[in-house]
């Protein structure tokens, strides 16, 4: 299988989840926090895909984008995200695909997402590290969803940036 169709397969299993635990998701278009701190770990078929949908994009917004790969420190804000929307949404890293979902890690515990302690997603059923809900029953890291992908190497986007 090739990338391109992994994902979409995985985006209709995707679907399904968000439908199944909609009424604990908040996330709505420019909710941007989830996009502005962090690592956002990615492997090279993802960097190779997200680069792909860079290079569809129109010259004014890959421009936006350059400006913010100028200023992208690690942590910080993805250079992708433009006016608080996702430049390159359709091409975006499983990590990005997935947030939102609180799901079941390899220890067995559930994985939620970090606005759940910030009254956003599952906040109405997470309470002191304890998830009064259901999570998927599936482990959603990227590792383990591209578990059949010869030799993954994950690293955060900054690192892959300024990789030599």
Same mark, same amino acid.
């Not at 989830?34 to 890959?62: A, I, W």
């Not at 804000?77 to 990005?96: A, E, G, H, M, Q």
């Not at 109405?124 to 890291?141: A, G, M, R």
């Given at each position: 299988?090739?990338y391109?169709d @992994?994902i979409h397969?995985?985006d209709s299993?995707?679907?399904?989840y @968000? %439908?199944?635990?909609k009424n @604990?998701?908040? #996330?709505k278009?420019?909710?941007? =926090?989830?996009c502005? %701190?962090? +690592? ?5 078929y993802e960097?190779? /895909?997200?680069m792909?949908g860079?290079s ?12 913010n790969?100028?200023?992208f420190?690690?942590?910080?804000? #993805?250079?992708?995200l433009? +006016?608080?929307?996702?430049s390159?949404?359709?091409w975006r !890293?499983?990590i990005c695909? *997935?947030h939102?979902? =609180?799901?079941i890690c !390899?220890?067995?515990?559930?994985k939620?997402? /970090?606005?759940a302690?910030?009254? %956003?997603? /599952? ?6 590290k304890?998830? @009064? ?5 599936e482990?959603?890291?990227? %590792?383990?969803?591209?578990?059949d992908f010869?030799?993954? *190497?994950?690293?955060?986007l900054?690192d892959w940036?300024?990789y030599?």
């Amino acid at each position: 299988m090739n990338y391109t169709d @992994f994902i979409h397969n995985l985006d209709s299993r995707l679907e399904l989840y @968000f %439908k199944e635990q909609k009424n @604990f998701i908040c #996330c709505k278009k420019q909710c941007s =926090a989830c996009c502005e %701190k962090g +690592d956002y770990p990615l492997s090279q078929y993802e960097l190779e /895909y997200l680069m792909e949908g860079y290079s569809n994009l129109e010259t004014s917004l890959k421009i936006k984008v350059q400006e913010n790969f100028k200023k992208f420190k690690k942590g910080g804000k #993805c250079p992708f995200l433009v +006016d608080k929307t996702c430049s390159v949404y359709n091409w975006r !890293p499983i990590i990005c695909r *997935v947030h939102g979902l =609180a799901y079941i890690c !390899p220890t067995g515990e559930a994985k939620l997402p /970090y606005c759940a302690n910030e009254g %956003k997603n /599952y906040s109405k059923v997470y309470s002191s590290k304890e998830l @009064f809900c259901e999570p998927i029953k599936e482990n959603l890291d990227t %590792k383990e969803l591209l578990k059949d992908f010869p030799d993954v *190497v994950i690293r955060n986007l900054y690192d892959w940036l300024n990789y030599n």
